[in-house]
C-alpha cells in the first residue's frame, strides 16, 4: 500500500515541510498527544492561562495571513485568469503563472499547519468543552489531505480554487475570535456567532458543487480522483457541521421552548 508514496512527485519543486509526508504525520503525532493527553495533564496541575495578549496576536496575524492569501488568490483566478473556471486544472511547469499558484497553495497549506494552534491555546486556557471530535478531526484531515494533494496532484487548479472559499470563512472565523477572546461578555452579545456555522456549511456546499459541475463537463481533464475526494471531503464535513449546528442552535432552543410550555 505504501509503494504509492515511491511515485514521483506532481511538482518537482519540493518546498520545505512538503517534501516528505512523514512530516505531517509526525506534526500531527505530536498534536494529537498534546492535545488528548499531554497538555492536559500538564494543566492539571495548573491554572488556565489566560492568555489575552497572545491571542490577539495569533486571530489579527490568521485574519492578516488569510486576507493575503484570498486578495492574492482572488487577483490570480478572476484578474490574470490563468485557469478555464469550467475545468481548472494545474498550471504546466513552464507557465508565467505557476510560482504564484505554488507560492499561494503552499501558503495554504502552511496556513492549515499553523490552524493546529487553536487546539493548543483550548487546551492551555483548560477550554476542554469546545476540543470536540469534529474540531480536532477537522484541524487533522486538512493538514493531511492538503499535503497528499499537493504531493500526488501539485499545487493549485480545482484545489486551490474550492479552498478561497475556506480561507473567506477563516477571515470571518478568526475577527469574530479576535473579538470574543477580548472580552468575557462579548461572545455572549455577539449575535452572528451561529452564522459562522452556516458560512462553513455554505462553504462546504459551494465546495461540492463546484466539483460537481466540473465532474459532469464534458471532455475535461481536471483530475477525478481529486474531485471525488474533495467532493465527498465537502459532503462529509457539510454533515457533521449541520449535525454541530442542530445541537448547539436549535435543541436548546427547542428545550427552552418546552421548559417554558411546561
Known amino acids: 500500500m505504501f509503494d504509492v ?43 488556565a492561562l489566560e492568555l489575552r495578549g497572545v491571542l490577539k496576536v495569533y486571530n489579527i496575524g490568521q485574519v492578516l495571513f488569510n486576507t493575503v492569501i484570498f486578495v492574492w488568490g482572488f487577483h490570480l483566478i478572476f484578474v490574470s485568469r490563468p485557469y478555464n473556471l469550467s475545468c481548472m486544472t494545474v498550471l504546466p511547469q513552464d507557465h508565467e503563472l505557476k510560482s504564484t499558484e505554488r507560492t499561494l497553495s503552499y501558503l495554504y497549506h502552511l496556513n492549515k ?41 501539485g499545487y493549485g487548479g480545482h484545489v486551490f480554487f474550492i479552498c478561497m472559499f475556506n480561507v473567506l470563512v477563516h477571515i470571518v472565523m478568526y475577527g ?61 464535513m457539510f454533515v457533521m457541521f449541520s449535525k454541530f449546528y442542530v445541537k448547539t442552535y436549535i435543541r436548546p432552543k427547542e428545550v427552552k421552548s418546552k421548559g417554558k410550555a411546561n
Open 5 to 47: 508514496f515511491d511515485k514521483p512527485f506532481a511538482d518537482p519543486v519540493q518546498l520545505p515541510l512538503v517534501g516528505n509526508f512523514r512530516t505531517s504525520v509526525i506534526i500531527i503525532t505530536i498534536y494529537l498527544l498534546f492535545v488528548l493527553k499531554l497538555g492536559r495533564d500538564l494543566m492539571a496541575k495548573h491554572e
Open 113 to 153: 499547519l499553523l490552524d493546529l494552534m487553536d487546539t493548543i491555546f483550548f487546551v492551555l486556557r483548560k477550554k476542554s468543552r469546545q476540543i470536540t471530535f469534529l474540531h480536532v478531526f477537522h484541524h487533522v484531515f486538512m493538514v493531511l489531505i492538503s499535503h497528499l494533494l499537493i504531493r500526488f496532484y
Open 176 to 236: 469574530y475570535y479576535y473579538a470574543s477572546s477580548q472580552s468575557q461578555n462579548v461572545q455572549e452579545s455577539l449575535w452572528w456567532k451561529k452564522y459562522l456555522t452556516l458560512g462553513q456549511l455554505l462553504q462546504f456546499l459551494l465546495m461540492f458543487l463546484h466539483g460537481a459541475y466540473t465532474f459532469f463537463q464534458p471532455n475535461c481533464s481536471a483530475s477525478r480522483g481529486v474531485i471525488y475526494v474533495t467532493g465527498g471531503a465537502s459532503f462529509f
